[in-house]
T-cell receptor, first 114, second 111 residues
Framework: DTGVSQDPRHKITKRGQNVTFRCDPI?????LYWYRQTLGQGPEFLTY????????KSRLLSDRFSAERPKGSFSTLEIQRTEQGDSAMYLC????????????FGEGSRLTVL | EDQVTQSPEALRLQEGESSSLNCSYT??????LFWYRQDPGKGPEFLFT???AGEEKEKERLKATLTKKESFLHITAPKPEDSATYLC????????????FGKGTKLTVNP
């Protein structure tokens, strides 16, 4: 399978714990994105990488959220001191530089904070 | 502020009953309008890109059109497998790679 893969698919955690999600993009894609989606809403942009450089970050992203993409390959999204409001589907997507806006999404990591 | 509004929120059709979904937008300098399909529990799947008013794209039973203020996704003779949430999105102004998505239209096609 050469699509975008995300791990874990589901995560249940207690409030105040830290969680980390991993995304492996399509290998030839140098652009990687994280979005968050809650029930009944469209995906909401969190951050964007081009290769290993984090070029954009949403103002909505609090300092409890951090994302990395070492060596320009896989990416991780860490949420520290989780809150119930962080419960959502976290979607990773990748794209090629010639197809901006044509995003290939993974199946998402669903986070439930109790 | 850039905005994307989709209507209706939900649409139920009988198999074979054609209809259209609407996406109205306000943006300073459109750099592309995108349609995605999302099945329950899955990530969105790219369908179309439209760049300028008057442009049309087709794929099987779907046709997307664009005017200066809105885009339509026309569904001709839908089948139950077309049931999904359809999302439209666009780039914000400037060189941002941020896609702004609408809330989507949940389409149900009954056999």
């Amino acid at each position: 399978d050469t699509g975008v893969s995300q791990d874990p698919r589901h995560k249940i955690t207690k409030r105040g714990q830290n969680v980390t999600f991993r995304c492996d993009p399509i290998s030839e894609h140098n652009r990687l994105y994280w979005y968050r989606q809650t029930l009944g809403q469209g995906p909401e942009f969190l951050t964007y990488f081009q290769n290993e450089a984090q070029l954009e970050k949403s103002r909505l992203l609090s300092d409890r959220f951090s994302a990395e993409r070492p060596k320009g390959s896989f990416s991780t999204l860490e949420i520290q001191r989780t809150e119930q409001g962080d419960s959502a589907m976290y979607l990773c997507a990748s794209s090629s530089p010639t197809s901006s806006g044509e995003l290939f999404f993974g199946e998402g990591s669903r986070l439930t904070v109790l | 502020e850039d905005q994307v509004t989709q209507s209706p929120e939900a649409l139920r059709l009988q198999e074979g009953e054609s209809s259209s979904l609407n996406c109205s937008y306000t943006v300073s300098g459109l750099r592309g309008l995108f349609w995605y399909r999302q099945d329950p529990g899955k990530g969105p799947e790219f369908l179309f890109t439209l760049y300028s008013a008057g442009e049309e794209k087709e794929k099987e039973r779907l046709k997307a059109t664009l005017t200066k203020k809105e885009s339509f996704l026309h569904i001709t003779a839908p089948k139950p497998e077309d049931s999904a949430t359809y999302l439209c999105a666009l780039f914000t102004q400037g060189g941002s790679e941020k896609l702004v998505f609408g809330k989507g239209t949940k389409l149900t096609v009954n056999p």
